[in-house]
């Protein structure tokens, strides 16, 4: 069985996953590969998001 993917990211740091999260919001039938290559994506930071990092029309 072959699998088409429509976009493969290569890393599963914080880009790529906010990426990959934002594609599926905007294109649910999109077909995407998140690839990490450690136990779990998201690499080994602390991240903090507060109501002001972006502006609304961010």
């Given at each position: 069985?072959?699998?088409?993917?429509?976009?493969?990211?290569?890393?599963?740091?914080?880009?790529?996953?906010?990426?990959?999260?934002?594609?599926?919001?905007?294109q649910?039938?999109?077909?995407?590969?998140?690839?990490?290559?450690?136990?779990?994506?998201?690499?080994?930071?602390?991240?903090?998001?507060?109501?002001?990092?972006?502006?609304?029309?961010?």
């Amino acid at each position: 069985m072959t699998t088409e993917w429509d976009l493969i990211l290569a890393g599963g740091g914080l880009a790529n996953g906010l990426l990959a999260l934002r594609l599926r919001a905007l294109q649910p039938a999109l077909k995407v590969l998140l690839l990490e290559a450690d136990e779990a994506p998201g690499g080994n930071h602390t991240w903090s998001f507060h109501g002001d990092d972006i502006t609304p029309a961010q």
